[in-house]
Each structure stands twice: as C-alpha cells, then as structure tokens.
C-alpha cells in the first residue's frame, strides 16, 4: 500500500467515528454508495450501516478493501484526484514511518534495538507492535502543527515512537499525554536510564505505556526497523 493510501487507511483506523471518516473519504472521491458496494462487494445497506457506525467498527481488512475501492474507481476515470492528492501530501521532515510486514513481539523489539526496559517490562513482552515511527523530537516541539500530530502513527496506533535528539524524555512523554492517541511503546533514544526524568517515567506509567532506552547508533536502529518490514 502507498504512502496515500496508508495516509487514508490510517486516518479511518484512528478516527473516533471511522464510519464518518470513510463517509468523507468516499465523498471526497466522489463515489456513491451503490458504486461502492459493486467495487467492494457488499450491499449497499452494509456500506451505510458503516458509514452510519452501526456495525462494529470495521477491522484493518475492511478498511483496506475500502481503501482500495475508492482508488480503484478514481484510477479508472483517469486518476485525477489521486494525482492531486499526492501531489498535495506534506513533507515528512519530522519523522521517517517504518510499517512492519508482520507483528513484532514488544520484547523482540526491544532486543533488535539493544533497549533496555525502564518501566512496563510485563506489558512490553505482551504486545505487539506493526509499525515504528522514528521522530525528531526537537522539530516535533518546535516545529510540527498540533493538528500533524496524528500523522506519526500512520495505518495504526499500535506501534512504537521513537524519539532521537531527546535530552531528558520529559517533553516527548508530555506530548503523549496530552495527545489524543497513545502508542504501544516508546523509545527514547540516546540516554541512560539515569538520566530520564522522574515525570517521564511517571507519565509512561499512567499511561501503561513501556519505556526503552536504546544508545544504539540511528544507522543500526534503522537496520534493524527495515529488517521488520520485509
């Protein structure tokens, strides 16, 4: 999938009405519900039931089908919109988006990054993650709108973010607080675990997010994150 169509697929997985969102997206591409549900294979009463949230919201399959539908459609009157879409995408300067092509196991990925655990051991061996986003946490403060914020977790928010040029980790975590969506891990990349602050271990707490530290060089971090998505 395309860096368009994650784009897409992500914002509907995330949203907090993903029947609304997909509504949007297929009005935005101009499609009705009966030449959806020809595209997508359903009824068009199923279409609306999403739309309308009152099937159970759809899982990551669905989604992508949809996804799917709507470009497929567009690409067949031309593909003007997709080419103005693309064309419009912002410049990912703050972050880099690795999507991973399989589940990774928290403490398998830990391990890969030679992290070490400051809080969340328990939970971190419990989960997986499907993605990692590693993030310039200077440029994020300073730089990044508010409203970008969601863009860092890509198709799902079940993923690891990883901050480079962190001093203490306060900011990062305090930025994952107030956020609206929460990750499944966070690295903090370049410190000890002496020199975290106290509040960011606190928050990771709160929050039941793991905590990792990791001093391994950006070069073997991001061998290591490519290894997952093939």
Not at 11 to 20: H, N, Q, R
Not at 70 to 78: A, C, K, M, V
Request: net charge positive; aromatic share 8%; with cysteine.
């Amino acid at each position: 999938m395309d860096a368009l169509k994650v784009k897409v697929a992500g914002e509907i997985a995330l949203s907090s009405s993903p029947g609304a969102t997909m509504r949007k997206w297929r009005e935005i591409f101009g499609v009705t519900q009966s030449q959806l549900s020809k595209e997508f294979g359903v009824s068009v009463s199923t279409i609306s039931d999403y739309e309308s949230d009152r099937r159970k919201s759809p899982g990551m399959g669905v989604v992508h089908r949809f996804v799917d539908a709507i470009f497929e459609i567009d690409l067949r009157r031309g593909g003007e919109l997709v080419k103005r879409l693309r064309e419009n995408q912002p410049d990912q300067k703050f972050f880099d988006v690795y999507n991973f092509s399989r589940a990774v196991n928290g403490g398998d990925f830990a391990e890969a990054i030679q992290a070490e655990v400051l809080t969340g051991k328990k939970k971190l061996v419990s989960i997986n993650v499907f993605g990692c986003t590693v993030i310039d946490s200077l440029k994020m403060i300073l730089e990044l709108p508010y409203e970008s914020f969601v863009k860092i977790y890509s198709n799902t928010s079940q993923r690891a973010l990883f901050f480079t040029n962190v001093s203490t980790g306060r900011s990062p975590m305090v930025a994952i607080r107030v956020g609206p969506i929460k990750p499944a891990l966070v690295v903090l990349h370049g410190l000890e675990a002496k020199q975290v602050d106290k509040l960011a271990v606190k928050i990771a707490e709160a929050e039941g997010i793991p905590l990792v530290v990791t001093s391994l060089k950006l070069d073997k971090a991001a061998e290591a994150l490519k290894s997952f998505e093939v």
